[in-house]
């Protein structure tokens, strides 16, 4: 009896310091009181960090003006900036880059932490493609290319005898203008709400190809778009998941219908002007619903997406031909009345089924179903005469599926061992190939020796056949039987990757290697591709030779070939290309900082060098191999700065840049060379910059 | 002393173990079974750990006091909210005994990976999205730190400037494609890699950051996104079946050039199918098929017309 009271008394005292413990023990890691931070230098107040400069550019260049902003030769300031305010309750940070340049940016994120978070941003994009363009064409007010006073036609280029008096030039350049608007709501820690504007307005010139049938001139035609972008969500989130719903309208205006211009050429009466259609105004808009949840078993986690869209496009169509002597039947409809619907659904699961074995499964669908109506059209010929035919449109819909599983497997504690199979199914509407399926297996291999060693290693192959290949669906269009488009056509492919990374634990130096190779077979093409192949190999090596200082050396060489076949008589094979690409970089610099505490010093190097061979080899024409189209890039990047003192530094840029490139379809092409074609007579970049540029930094607080 | 006795007095310290076990370890950032905080908190850390770019860290949001859910939030564990308990870490080790090491973030330190990104979720798992397990960042095992800099006022992946660099770290193979003639403007830190790919994954293709490849591309090129009278087929289908988005050696980041990139598909009787060799250059007889823009000098609307007379994207 006295032992049996004693294990009740022990066994209320156990349940007392339970009940006292166990949710102590839960609810309080540690008694935090002491902890005062005297010492934590929190942000408060304002700061801003600001550089202002000047910078000289050598020469025009449209190669490095594009993006950069440093288009042309001359002076440009330069002012850049970041900066914050911090108080209890809000955070504000700023930022500025290139304010002086085409190529400006302007940001503000500011938040109450917990509560919500705003950001506005505003960024150029210049683009700049030629400088070396030449074009007869002046713009009228409303919009149209119109030919000089005094223009002679005639039916061949070597016939314009006032071209050259009528050449003028035309910078090919556009600029990109984005505004961005955002923020997010959290009025518990459950919820967010989102929302985001983005405005981008793209504008300038480019070159279009304006035909009539057997001639064609290169057009300066100016465009204008914009694009609204409105993206509104609302999250919740609790325990082991998450839920969100997506709302996001895009919508695309064009401020052009139509590039109308005038045929330098002669001309039969009515063709003296032609119209292009240009982009029409579209939206889409979409809808979409996203979650994540954790299960406790096998630590799996699962997602999934569901999103439903509409793309729309409704623009007044213009009339069939520019030419009032052609007779042409009505249009069949005003406007199009563009339908697609889109569809796509996503499922992801993740679990560690034992220790040392992790499972995963996705699948993916995606669904574009044209819904847009067919009619008949009349076919007007480049504004010149009428086919006497109709044709069709053909509104294009597919499904796509893909479905990989895999499983790693930690096979010792050094190597993990991987493996998985893909399937994906395409199926198509209007096309040659209905049904179309693809099959991949690999398998990879990391392993890691020691920590300074890391090595995985990955290789498997596909293939994708398809049910049928349906010739009458290309014979309809006027295809060769024998013709195996690329993207629907058997193919075998083998692949592999490699990538090696060691950096010892104590030592300064890391290097690391990545290659890729894949090797395609269309083994049952005899028209189109029949073969390709792509090896990358890139290389990085840092070594740290002090806390201040270190060195780098990179590179990389990829190869592309592949092999194609055509027949100019509409039969079997009768004549092959093979185009080669090749692409060397190799880049080198150094960091040295605290130079005498005073001098920070930087340099980067790069050089790249592009090569492509083509080689067509005929029945007609026997063996010809074309002139390499080449490019080579120099950069050179020198980066001097001095402190001052704590708050004042002097810095001092130097960017050398050299592009020159050997492309056959400009070199020697001036605006007349080729007999039916009015060109703009740019040339292969050749563009060699250097760039000084001096400035001061000053932090304020 | 007799065994009934023995067993009364182990019974309690062996509960209390076993209590202490299911109360104490519920975080990821524990290190080891007998885990202590330190004395003070921050104040301890700072100590030693006083150079500017651990102190960087106090220009971020991750020290903010006013924010109750930030490591430096009123009741929060300040550094040890991220590295874990240093009490062990802390005090002064005898000599030649190796000091108690924290929870260190990067792939190089010897903290786990799952253990390192398991205390970064803990607070921003919401915020990272429902794609991390799903996408490779995640199977490679790469680090949060891999990418992300905390103890930077600007963390250099979060600057469209910077991000590219951060990613070329490890994905050397793109950067070299960066690099080519034509590409996209990263190499000029203009756009960013994360403007198409969501790196903390995705349940898309590509961890693209829309839900398809073209709707993706259609963020900055509405402009091709139609829907046209006359489609071209691969366009609606796919962007890269003709470009090769990182870069290429070729204009507009054609995988190829044209004609034979159009002729790899196209073989109607008649100029579609004749092939263009080097005679049609401008030193010989120049090829309007094969000069200028070569297929587009006529051809222009090749990504589709909304023209009535359109069908063969010439109009």
Not at chain 1, 48 to 60: E, F, K, L, N, P
Not at chain 1, 362 to 376: F, G, I, K, L, S
Not at chain 1, 480 to 501: D, H, T, V, W
Not at chain 1, 645 to 665: H, N
């Amino acid at each position: 009896m006295n032992a049996l009271k004693g294990y009740k008394n022990t066994a209320i005292l156990l349940f007392a310091i339970g009940s006292i413990v166990g949710p102590a023990a839960q609810a309080q890691v540690t008694d935090t009181s002491e902890w005062l931070c005297e010492f934590c230098p929190f942000e408060s107040g304002q700061q801003a960090d600001v550089s202002v400069g000047a910078s000289s550019v050598s020469d025009d260049s449209a190669y490095f003006g594009d993006a950069s902003g440093y288009s042309e030769e001359g002076v440009y300031a330069n002012l850049d900036g970041t900066g914050s305010f911090a108080s209890d309750r809000h955070r504000l940070q700023w930022q500025a880059e290139d304010l002086g340049l085409d190529s400006r940016v302007a940001a503000l994120r500011g938040a109450r932490p917990g509560s919500f978070d705003y950001n506005v941003a505003y960024r150029q994009i210049p683009r700049h493609q030629s400088f070396t363009s030449d074009s007869i064409f002046l713009q009228s007010d409303d919009g149209t290319l119109s030919l000089p006073a005094g223009w002679v036609r005639a039916p061949l280029t070597s016939g314009f005898t006032e071209l050259n008096a009528s050449l003028e030039r035309r910078d090919i350049e556009s600029e990109r203008r984005i505004i961005e608007v955002g923020g997010n709501y959290l009025p518990s820690s459950r919820f967010k709400f989102s929302a985001n504007y983005r405005r981008q307005e793209r504008d300038g010139l480019d070159v279009y190809g304006g035909s009539y049938f057997t001639q064609s001139s290169l057009l300066p035609g100016s465009f204008d778009y914009a694009t609204d972008v409105v993206d509104f969500g609302i999250r919740y989130a609790a325990g082991n998941g998450i839920i969100s719903l997506d709302y996001y309208v895009s919508e695309f205006g064009n401020s052009n219908t139509e590039l109308r211009w005038e045929n330098p050429f002669t001309s039969s009466p009515g063709s003296e002007f032609a119209a292009l259609a240009r982009p029409p105004d579209n939206s889409f808009q979409q809808l979409s619903l996203s979650g994540r949840y954790r299960f406790s078993t096998f630590q799996t986690v699962a997602s999934f997406t569901v999103a439903m869209g509409r793309m729309e496009q409704d623009e007044g169509f213009l009339p069939y031909t520019t030419n009032p002597n052609l007779a042409v039947s009505p249009l069949p409809r005003s406007s199009l009345d563009a339908k697609i619907d889109t569809t796509n659904f996503a499922f992801n699961l993740s679990s560690l089924l034992f220790r040392k074995l992790r499972v995963k499964l996705n699948y993916r669908y995606d669904e574009r179903d044209n819904q847009t109506a067919q009619n008949d059209w009349s076919r007007v010929i480049a504004d010149t005469f009428v086919s006497g035919e109709s044709e069709t449109n053909t509104p294009y819909s597919f499904e796509r599926s893909v479905l990989n599983l895999s499983a790693e497997y930690k096979l010792f504690r050094s190597v993990r061992i991987s493996g998985g199979y893909d399937r994906k199914t395409i199926d198509r509407d209007f096309q040659e190939v209905a049904e179309q399926t693809e099959d991949t297996g690999w398998g990879g291999v990391r392993w890691r020796p020691s920590g300074a060693w890391d090595i995985d290693f990955r290789a498997g192959a596909s293939e994708r056949d398809m049910d049928q290949y349906n010739e009458t669906v290309g014979a309809a269009l006027g295809q060769n039987p024998l013709m195996r488009k690329y993207n629907l056509a058997y193919r075998y492919r083998r692949f592999g990757e490699i990538r090696i990374a060691v950096s010892p634990a104590e030592s300064p130096v890391a290097l690391t290697i990545n290659g890729l190779y894949a090797d395609d077979e269309y083994t049952k093409s005899q028209l189109g591709i029949t073969g390709g192949d792509d090896l990358r190999i890139a290389s990085d090596l840092s070594w740290a030779l002090s806390e201040n200082a270190s060195v780098y050396l990179s590179g990389g060489s990829e190869n592309i070939d592949s092999e194609q076949l055509g027949s100019e008589l509409f039969a079997a094979p009768d004549w092959r290309a093979t185009n080669e690409d090749h692409f060397d970089t190799v880049g080198a610099g150094f960091r040295i900082m605290q130079i005498g505490s005073k001098f920070d010093l930087r340099m980067d190097y790069t050089r790249s060098d592009g090569t492509s061979k083509i080689f067509v080899d005929s029945t007609s024409g026997g063996v010809s191999q074309f002139p390499d189209l080449k490019s080579t890039l120099d950069f050179l990047r020198f980066e001097l700065s001095y402190r001052r003192s704590d708050r004042l530094d002097y810095t001092m840029k130097l960017r050398y840049q050299k592009f020159v490139a050997e492309d056959w379809s400009l070199e020697g092409v001036d605006p007349a060379t080729i007999p039916v074609v009015l060109t703009m007579g740019a040339n292969s970049y050749d563009d060699e910059v250097l760039i000084v540029g001096l400035g001061v930094r000053y932090l304020f607080d | 002393m007799d065994l009934q006795r023995i067993a009364r007095i182990a019974i309690v310290p062996a509960f209390l173990a076993i209590l202490s076990t299911v109360g104490g370890a519920q975080t990821s950032s524990e290190i080891g079974p007998n885990v202590s905080y330190s004395r003070k908190g921050a104040d301890t850390c700072l100590a030693c750990h006083d150079d500017e770019a651990i102190l960087a860290l106090f220009k971020t949001r991750h020290a903010v006091p006013g924010d109750p859910r930030s490591p430096f939030g009123h009741g929060q564990l300040q550094c040890e909210s991220c590295h874990g308990p240093g009490g062990e870490h802390a005090p002064r080790v005898r000599r030649g005994q190796e000091r108690p090491p924290v929870i260190d973030f990067g792939s190089d330190k010897d903290t786990p990976v799952d253990v390192q990104n398991g205390t970064c979720l803990a607070c921003h798992d919401v915020d990272v999205g429902i794609g991390w397990h799903a996408g490779p960042h995640d199977s490679d095992e790469i680090a949060c730190a891999d990418c992300h800099v905390s103890h930077a006022a600007l963390d250099p992946v979060l600057q469209t400037s910077t991000q590219a660099d951060v990613c070329f770290d490890c994905h050397q193979l793109q950067r070299s494609e960066t690099l080519k003639a034509f590409s996209h403007p990263l190499f000029e830190g203009k756009m960013e890699c994360a403007g198409c790919h969501s790196p903390h994954g995705a349940t898309t293709i590509d961890q693209m950051i829309r839900q398809t490849v073209n709707d993706t591309c259609y963020e900055c090129h509405a402009e091709k996104r139609g829907p046209y009278l006359w489609e071209h087929a691969p366009v609606s289908e796919d962007c890269s079946l003709c470009h090769a988005p990182h870069g290429s050696n070729h204009p507009g980041m054609l995988s190829s050039r044209a004609p034979l990139l159009c002729q790899s598909c196209h073989s109607q009787s008649g100029h579609p199918s004749i092939p263009q060799d080097a005679g049609g250059l401008a030193t010989g007889m120049p090829s309007q098929f094969l000069l200028g823009q070569s297929c587009l000098n006529c051809h222009e609307q090749v990504h589709g017309s909304n023209h009535p007379s359109g069908s063969k994207l010439m109009r």
